[in-house]
C-alpha cells in the first residue's frame, strides 16, 4: 500500500506499540482541531467578504486536505486496531487508501505552492523575472489550485491501480491474508511500480517547496544583516519581525522534512510493520501535521486576532 498503508497480518500486542497507537490517535485529533480551525475562521471570512488573498486561497485549500487527510488516518488505524489480520489490499483498504494517496499528493502540492507564493511575493531579489513573477502570480491560483487537484488525482488512479491488481491477483490465487508479502506479483509490484511511484509523486512537491524555502530565507537573511547595519540591534522591531520570521520559516521546514522523510522510510519498509518502530516512524509523520498548524496560529497575525477573539467571546459568555 502507498504512503503509511500498512501491511497487516500480526495483531498490535506491543504495549509501547499500543500507547503510540494512542498517541497516534491524540496527534490525529490535535491536528484536525487546528486545521479545523483554520480552515474554518478562513471560510467564514470568505463568505463574509466574498473573497480571500491569493494566498489565503492557497492556505484554506491545504488546511481542509489535511483536515480530512487526518480524518482518514484516525479511520485507517482504528480498522487496523479492530482488524489486525484483515488482507491490506481488501476494499475497505484499498478505499482509505485511495482518499489517503489523494489528500496526502494535494497537501504536498499545496504546500509548495504556497511556498512558491511566499517567496516571490516576500523574497526581494531584483532579477527580472522575480520582478515579472510579483506582478504575474497571483492570477495563476486557480492553476495553481486546478494543477494540484489533476496531478493528485491522476496519482491516485496509478496507486490504484496497482493496489487492485494485487488484491485482484489475491483472490484469483486463493491466497492467505498473511502471505502477502510472499507473492510475486506483490513483490515485483511493490518494488518496480508502487515505490517508484511514491518517490516521483512526494519528491517533485518537496523539491519546489524546499528550493522556494531556501530562495526565500536567504533573502530574510541578507535584509536582516542590512537591518542590523542600520539600526542599534535585535530589540528593534523591524529585526525582531525578521527574526520571528526566519525562525517560522526554519521550522515548518524542518517539519516538512521529518515528514517526508517519515514518509518515505515507512514506504520502504525498513521498519517491521506493526510493531514499535513503526508506529514511532508514523508518530513522527503525524507529529509534524499536528505541530504545523499551531506554528502557523501563532505566526500569523490575522489568524492570532480570530482566536483572541474566540477566547475573549468565550470568556464573556456566561
Not at 521550522?251 to 506493526?274: D, E, H, Q
Amino acid at each position: 500500500m502507498n504512503g503509511d498503508h500498512m501491511v497487516l497480518g500480526s495483531s498490535v500486542t506491543d504495549q509501547k506499540a499500543i500507547i503510540l497507537v494512542i498517541i497516534l490517535l491524540l496527534l490525529c485529533l490535535v491536528a484536525i482541531a487546528g486545521n479545523g480551525f483554520i480552515t474554518a475562521a478562513l471560510g467564514v471570512e470568505w463568505v463574509l467578504r466574498g473573497t480571500l488573498l491569493p494566498c489565503d486561497k492557497l492556505l484554506v485549500s491545504l488546511r481542509a486536505s489535511r483536515f480530512c487527510l487526518q480524518w482518514v488516518v484516525m479511520g485507517k488505524t482504528i480498522y487496523v486496531l479492530l482488524y489486525p489480520t484483515a488482507f491490506p489490499y481488501n476494499p475497505v483498504l484499498q478505499f482509505l487508501a485511495f482518499q489517503w494517496d489523494f489528500l496526502n499528493a494535494a497537501t504536498l502540492w499545496f504546500s509548495s505552492w504556497l511556498s512558491v507564493f511566499y517567496c516571490v511575493k516576500i523574497a526581494t531579489f531584483t532579477h527580472p523575472v522575480f520582478l515579472w513573477l510579483k506582478h504575474k502570480l497571483s492570477e495563476w491560483v486557480p492553476w495553481m489550485f486546478f494543477s494540484s487537484v489533476g496531478l493528485s488525482s491522476f496519482t491516485t488512479i496509478l496507486f490504484f491501480i496497482g493496489n487492485h491488481s494485487i488484491y485482484q491477483n489475491y483472490l484469483r490465487n486463493h491466497l492467505q491474508p498473511w502471505n502477502v508479502t510472499g507473492n510475486s506479483i506483490w513483490s515485483y509490484c511493490e518494488k518496480f511500480y508502487l515505490f517508484p511511484l511514491k518517490m516521483i509523486t512526494w519528491t517533485m512537491p518537496t523539491a519546489v517547496f524546499f528550493i522556494c524555502m531556501i530562495l526565500l530565507i536567504t533573502s530574510l537573511g541578507r535584509h536582516m544583516e542590512k537591518a542590523l547595519l542600520t539600526t542599534s540591534g535585535f530589540r528593534e522591531p523591524s529585526v525582531q519581525a525578521h527574526v520571528k520570521a526566519l525562525l517560522a520559516l526554519l521550522s515548518l521546514a524542518m517539519l516538512f522534512i521529518s515528514y517526508f522523510l517519515s514518509l518515505v522510510l515507512s514506504a520502504a519498509g525498513i521498519f517491521p510493520r506493526l510493531d514499535f518502530k513503526f508506529w514511532v516512524g508514523e508518530s513522527v509523520i503525524y507529529l509534524c501535521a499536528g505541530v504545523h498548524p499551531i506554528i502557523l496560529l501563532f505566526s500569523n497575525r490575522r489568524l492570532r486576532a480570530v482566536l483572541e477573539r474566540c477566547r475573549s467571546s468565550r470568556c464573556r459568555t456566561p
